[in-house]
């Protein structure tokens, strides 16, 4: 593969989010799911820089805000190659991305490059959960990584982030999650940090997730829905008769 730039890290972000991005719902009045996922981010930002060492200027990154196009493949290689750790934040989407398999496989293959030689084990890769996936459905790469929800409270390992981001009664739930994710970076991003690499054509990476199990997610059992509507010939005493057609 290409190298796009030099070996760097001196003021490298502590983590590198990684996620899947979300429709916008239909309708006028729908959030946008994403803006939650840019707030956990900022959040976790603050708590890292509060318990950092000595902070970089950035301390973490997400690609929100990036124009898509070689400027966006680009900047995610460059920091793919020097962020210190990596937080893949899992759900049913996220499994299912191929951009979020090339930026897993790109991290894993620089980390397993430096000291992990080769062993499987990537400690600089740390999960979060959005939506709860089950185990079982893990892909391949997934299942080597060490996912334990429940350090981050009981709440938090039922539901994932995706309620705690903005249902008010989970609020304390929300700020321990965070607080304990941060932490959990910073140990590492300070510890034992992925070592630098040179950063690679993201455009032809391959996705770690391409595999089997992946694509098991899918669902691979056809179904059929019915809808049930009598017409106004039909409609049985009673009935109003305001929602209902000629024919079914």
């Not at 996922?37 to 976790?44: A, V």
């Not at 996220?94 to 496989?105: I, P, R, T, V």
Request: charged share 20%; with cysteine; net charge negative.
């Amino acid at each position: 593969m290409e190298s796009l730039g030099p070996e760097t890290g001196g003021d490298a972000p502590y983590f590198f989010l990684s996620y899947a991005h979300m429709r916008k719902p239909v309708g006028h009045d729908a959030t946008d799911p994403n803006l939650w996922i840019e707030q956990l981010f900022k959040d976790l930002c603050r708590r890292v820089s509060e318990m950092a060492t000595d902070p970089p200027p950035r301390v973490g990154f997400m690609d929100s805000g990036i124009r898509h196009g070689t400027e966006w493949a680009r900047t995610l290689s460059e920091h793919l190659a020097v962020c210190k750790t990596f937080v893949p934040l899992y759900s049913p989407h996220y499994f299912l991305s191929d951009d979020c398999g090339k930026e897993w496989h790109a991290f894993c293959a620089r980390a397993r490059n430096g000291h992990a030689k080769g062993t499987g084990h990537v400690q600089q890769v740390i999960p979060a959960q959005w939506i709860p996936v089950p185990v079982k459905q893990y892909p391949r790469a997934a299942q080597q990584i060490q996912c334990r929800p429940a350090d981050l409270g009981e709440t938090y390992a039922e539901h994932g982030f995706y309620p705690l981001t903005h249902m008010g009664r989970f609020r304390s739930d929300y700020d321990f999650a965070v607080y304990s994710l941060a932490r959990q970076i910073v140990n590492v991003a300070e510890g034992e940090p992925a070592p630098p690499g040179p950063a690679l054509d993201y455009e032809s990476l391959p996705s770690a997730f391409a595999d089997s199990g992946r694509q098991a997610m899918r669902g691979d059992k056809p179904f059929h829905i019915v809808i049930a509507a009598p017409c106004l010939a039909d409609l049985p005493a009673g009935r109003p008769r305001d929602y209902y057609g000629a024919d079914a």
